[in-house]
C-alpha cells in the first residue's frame, strides 16, 4: 500500500467500488463515526499537485484516496483542477437507489483558464445534499451533521496509451474484422 503502513493482512486490498467508497467511508466520516479500517487520511488536497500525493494520500496502486473539506477553491502552486462534464449519481447495488454523486475532474498545468491538460484524473465522491442517514436518525438529540463538508477524492494518472479511454479492449477476432476493407464481402454461415 505505498508509504501508509497500513494494518491489512498481506494480500488485502483497497480496491473500492464507487458504492463502498460513499456508503462505507465517506458516510461514517460525515457522520463522526469510526471506520473500520482507518485507512484514509484527511488531506488539505489544493496545496499539492496531484505528483505530490505519494506518501500523504492512501495509495493502492497507482491511485490515490483521501478525505478532504470540499471547496470551491480547486487551485494549486502549479495548476488547477477543471470540472469534466456533469455529477453522475453513486447508486447503490442492493437498494437501486442513489447514495452519493461523483464529478470528474482533470488537472490542468498553469493558470486557468489557460493551462495545459495533463493525464491526472480525480474523482470527487459526495454525499447527497439532502443525506440522511439511519445512522443519524438514531442520534435525533444531537445536531444533524453537514455532509456537504465532506467529500473523499480518487485520483490517477490516465496512461498515455489509452486510445479512447473508455476502458474497453478489442479482441483479436474485433481487430481483424475492423481491418477489413469492404465489410460487403464477409458471408456468414445462415
Same mark, same amino acid.
Given at each position: ?89 453513486? =447508486? ?59 467529500? =473523499? ?38
Amino acid at each position: 500500500m505505498g508509504d501508509n503502513n497500513v494494518n491489512l493482512p498481506p494480500g488485502f486490498r483497497f480496491y473500492p467500488t464507487d458504492e463502498e467508497l460513499v456508503v462505507h467511508f465517506l458516510q461514517r466520516k460525515a457522520n463522526l463515526l469510526p471506520c473500520h479500517p482507518d485507512v484514509i487520511p484527511d488531506l488539505e488536497l489544493y496545496p499539492y499537485d496531484p505528483w505530490e500525493l505519494h506518501g500523504r494520500a492512501l495509495a493502492e496502486g497507482k491511485q490515490w484516496y483521501y478525505y478532504s473539506r470540499r471547496t470551491q477553491n480547486r487551485v494549486t502552486s502549479n495548476g488547477y483542477w477543471m470540472p469534466m462534464g456533469m455529477e453522475e449519481p453513486v =447508486i447503490s447495488n442492493s437498494s437501486n437507489k442513489r447514495v452519493g454523486m461523483k464529478k470528474y475532474y482533470v488537472f490542468h498545468l498553469g493558470e486557468a483558464p489557460d493551462g495545459n491538460t495533463t493525464n491526472w484524473i480525480m474523482q470527487e465522491y459526495r454525499l447527497l445534499d439532502s443525506a440522511s442517514s439511519s445512522i443519524s436518525s438514531r442520534r435525533r438529540s444531537q445536531p444533524k451533521p453537514d455532509h456537504s463538508k465532506w467529500v =473523499i477524492c480518487r485520483v490517477y494518472e490516465r496512461d498515455n496509451d489509452e486510445d479512447d479511454g473508455d476502458g474497453t479492449e478489442l479482441s483479436c477476432l474485433d481487430e481483424v474484422f475492423l481491418s477489413l476493407d469492404d465489410l460487403d464481402e464477409i458471408s456468414l454461415p445462415n
